[in-house]
């Protein structure tokens, strides 16, 4: 290698009568006499550069450079390249004076150049860049990051496909991780790092034809580093996108600057990016188990949600949900570790409720059922850490429900409702079974409470009523208790469930909200009050009812009575409470804890109407029986007791029928409010079990049809006989009290009914019509069974007919039937 240099390089002969005149002051050059025979952009760059580099950037020389480079934009590449050499021996030199005054020349350029020459510029900037990165003074790191930085904000028309990244996300990260030893020091480069990883997201996400930044080998680098310089905040304090606007010293905190960085990540993230993000996200939690607490995780999913394009929302409550259960390890960590993830689930999915539609919603409701059903089969007695866990899958539930349309949520109770395992299986449920029912039913009132009834018709749409019906008679009491609190939720619309929570007598003291109730209640409950208040009732009659569970009942039926407030649903309601206190009267599987309960809960019952309906009458008549109980029978009355065995024989309920409400009386009260009460003088439509009870086998329909034969069978009898007997020769007609009758019948029928029997026809024709226009088709489907089967009436008809002759035995016709019976068998025997 030669020693000595020439200022001359090939093809650069033709500048030489440029700067004919000019000195060379390269100490290194052999020419040495003068600069005639060096470039004159070499010479422009040398001139930018004083002698002492305490002076600064020359900026008359910087100017001439600067106004060189945009007259001859070809030599641009070529600036750079000399720039690069320079800054690279006073680098190796330690003359960082110098390097940095180059490092401000290329700044200027870079800004100086249009967008169209700017890729003749930039390869030589991004190695000085590069070149200044790899040294070890943070003062030249932190130099070479605010280049870049400034560089990032340039917009390029033409994308370069040739230029990577690698090398500058690698390095930023690695100063994101700085150890320094000063403090000072350790925050300016980590603060130089997170901006130096924002201008690369800045220069690469907007163009797809550059380097693809969202592949995972540099999504892990990045997205760590933002974090780990976010977990170091002594308060974690989340707030939306638009707040951050405002937000003062955030480029001087690395923790906020890192925020700030991650929001714009998440917030240029398309759909198909979106997991990439995650993905680094859930690994770094779990690597540095980060999960417990989970403060921070709760607060660096707030930010991804706040800053997250709406209508990609649902996917990150996907992806958190589907890592609910990962990770190695088992026994109580584990579970912890999944009880912070679901709690940091309820804490967001709100978030992307408002937002989400059509399928995601059922798809959002059936992972959290799904990892709600694998908790119950993995629980154990032990753990409590489980419960916590599913809890937290509950709020996350009610908390993703709170911000759905009130139609939707409908139709997640219904889903719901479809999970939940049958409880009338042949035998006792199994344990996980009945587990799976209690975590199922309470999430259900998790849902329940966020929804606001305005119609029962849209609250309990005919399936979802049915199954609710159906685990009303649930074999453990927790759960129906569990259901009846269902059923207040969605049936309290005026703030009445607390107050009615325990039975009383007194209600004038509770300050109820009553309304009147609209015609489309009317109409529902005309259609499905049959089965509620069955259902109800049956609910009473089970021997494992607690004083949770009839209370529970009790606050239930009141709710119906004053939702329902109306004349026309007082004959109802007053004969469900007959027949409750029938029940504890001659149901034998009730103990006399229980008959006591059920006296008090219908005599409460029975004074609820009155007072909502204002029936002065009723009102009376009940106060008779509560004073007339106070002093005779005060466990007659509420409140409920858990142990009524001090109770002596002369003072069990069926030893007082005085103290009981009377069904006439009941019935004259009604009629005395100007209420229409045939439906009271009616059999009890209620029995235990849920078949229909009835006093008597004979229904009215049978009543009926039964008088309306006799009445043809009278006015035909007569004619009937008279023309047997005048068309048999031989026959005399003698004149009998049968005679006389069926002459009667024809007189009553040529006249006409008298005013009696048209009052009595006219009161069964609208007992009728009110019958089949209220009862349920099973209730008149069982009055109207026959009493008997056919098969065994034909088979005494003609056992009848055999055992006894049809004719007299002095007839002429028995007479010839028994020779008939003479002559057969010799007939036979020739």
């Known amino acids: 290698m030669s020693i000595v240099k020439c200022c001359f390089e090939a093809g650069e002969g033709h500048d030489f009568l440029d700067s004919f005149v000019q000195k060379c002051t390269d100490p290194g050059c052999c020419c040495g006499c003068c600069s005639a025979l060096r470039p004159r952009y070499k010479r422009l760059v040398d001139n930018i550069f004083p002698a002492s580099p305490q002076d600064g950037l020359v900026k008359s020389n910087m100017e001439k450079l600067t106004f060189y480079s945009l007259s001859s934009p070809e030599k641009l590449d070529r600036i750079g390249e000399y720039l690069f050499q320079k800054a690279s021996r006073d680098i190796y030199r330690r003359r960082h004076g110098f390097v940095i005054i180059a490092m401000e020349a290329m700044d200027q350029l870079l800004l100086a150049c249009h967008s169209q020459t700017l890729n003749l510029f930039v390869e030589s900037f991004l190695k000085m860049v590069q070149k200044l990165l790899e ?12 280049s870049f930085v400034r560089f990032a904000n340039i917009e390029e028309d033409t994308p370069s496909y040739h230029r990577r990244y690698d090398f500058f996300v690698s390095k930023f990260s690695a100063m994101c991780h700085s150890n320094h030893g000063d403090k000072p020091t350790r925050d300016k480069i980590r603060l130089a790092g997170i901006q130096g990883l924002q201008g690369v997201i800045r220069k690469t996400v907007s163009d797809d034809l550059v380097e693809n930044i969202w592949e995972a080998q540099h999504m892990d680098k990045i997205v760590p580093s933002l974090l780990y310089n976010m977990q170091v905040a002594e308060k974690y304090e989340t707030v939306s996108c638009m707040e951050t606007d405002g937000r003062d010293g955030v480029e001087d905190d690395p923790t906020r600057l890192a925020e700030a960085c991650l929001r714009e990540l998440v917030g240029r993230a398309s759909f198909g990016h979106i997991r990439s993000v995650l993905r680094p996200v859930l690994t770094h939690f779990d690597r540095h188990e980060l999960w417990v607490p989970n403060d921070f995780a709760v607060h660096t999913f707030k930010i991804i949600m706040f800053s997250i394009q709406a209508q990609y929302s649902y996917s990150v409550v996907e992806a958190l949900m589907q890592h609910l259960d990962a990770g190695s390890g088992g026994g ?12 940091v689930l309820s804490n967001i999915v709100a978030i992307a409720a408002a937002d989400s539609v059509g399928p995601s919603v059922l798809e959002i409701i059936n992972n959290l059922l799904t990892n709600l059903r694998a908790s119950v089969a993995r629980d154990s007695e032990k753990e409590s850490e489980e419960k916590l866990y599913q809890e937290a899958l509950i709020n996350a539930l009610g908390e993703f429900a709170d911000h759905l349309p009130d139609y939707q949520k409908i139709d997640i109770m219904m889903f719901i409702v479809s999970k939940i395992p049958s409880g009338q299986r042949a035998g006792k449920p199994a344990k996980p079974d009945v587990m799976l029912q209690s975590i199922l039913l309470k999430s259900l009132l998790k849902v ?16 979802f009523l049915e199954a609710l019906l159906r685990l009303s008679s649930a074999g453990e009491s927790c759960t129906r208790a569990l259901l009846q609190r269902i059923l207040h939720t969605l049936l309290d619309r005026r703030g009445n469930a607390a107050l009615l929570a ?14 009147k109730c609209s015609r489309p209640d009317l109409i529902f409950i005309s259609k499905h009050g049959y089965a509620i208040f069955s259902s109800l009732y049956d609910g009473l009659q089970l021997e494992s009812n607690t004083v949770e569970n009839v209370e529970a009942i009790y606050t239930t039926l009141a709710l119906l009575c004053i939702e329902l407030a109306s004349e026309e649903t007082v004959p109802d309601m007053l004969q469900l409470i007959l027949a409750i206190q029938q029940s504890a009267l ?44 106070r002093e005779e029978a005060p466990h007659l009355l509420p409140p409920l007791l858990e142990d009524y065995d001090n109770l002596s024989p002369s003072r069990m309920p069926s030893k007082m029928p005085y103290l009981m409400i009377d069904q006439m009386a009941l019935c004259e009260c009604v009629k005395a409010s100007g209420i229409e009460g045939s439906r009271l003088q009616s059999p009890l439509p209620y029995s235990a079990g849920g078949a229909p009870g009835l006093a008597h086998r004979h229904s009215w329909v049978e009543a009926g049809a039964a008088q309306g034969r006799d009445s043809l069978a009278d006015i035909a009898a007569g004619p009937a006989e008279l023309d047997s007997a005048n068309s048999s020769p031989g026959v005399t007609r ?30 069964k024709k609208a007992s009728l019509n009110n019958t089949f226009r209220t009862a349920p088709f099973d209730y008149l489907l069982h009055l109207t069974q026959p009493k008997y089967e056919i098969q065994d009436k034909l088979q005494e008809i003609f056992s009848s007919l055999s055992q006894e002759p049809l004719l007299a035995g002095g007839s002429p016709s028995a007479k010839l039937r028994r020779d008939h019976d003479h002559v057969l068998p010799d007939l036979f025997l020739c």
């Not at 029928?749 to 005013?755: D, L, M, R, T, V």
């Open 135 to 146: 040294s070890t003074d943070p003062q030249l790191q932190i130099l070479a990051t605010q």
């Open 332 to 343: 109580a960590a584990r579970t912890r570790v999944r009880a912070a993830r679901a709690s």
């Open 448 to 463: 329940g409470t966020t929804y606001k009834t305005t119609e029962l018709s849209k609250a309990f749409p005919a399936a």
């Open 502 to 515: 325990l039975p009383t007598v007194d209600y004038a003291e509770l300050g109820l909200t009553v309304e």
């Open 586 to 629: 001659n149901n034998p599987v009730l103990s006399t804890a229980q008959q006591c309960r059920l006296h008090a809960v219908a005599l409460s019952l029975c004074a609820l109407p009155a007072h909502v309906l204002v029936l002065p009458a009723l009102k009376d008549y009940v106060s008779k029986i509560i004073e007339a109980r």
């Open 734 to 763: 003698h004149t009998t009290q049968s005679d006389s009758v069926s002459l009667e019948a024809l007189r009553r029928a040529a006249n006409g009914p008298s005013e009696a029997e048209k009052r009595e026809a006219e009161r």
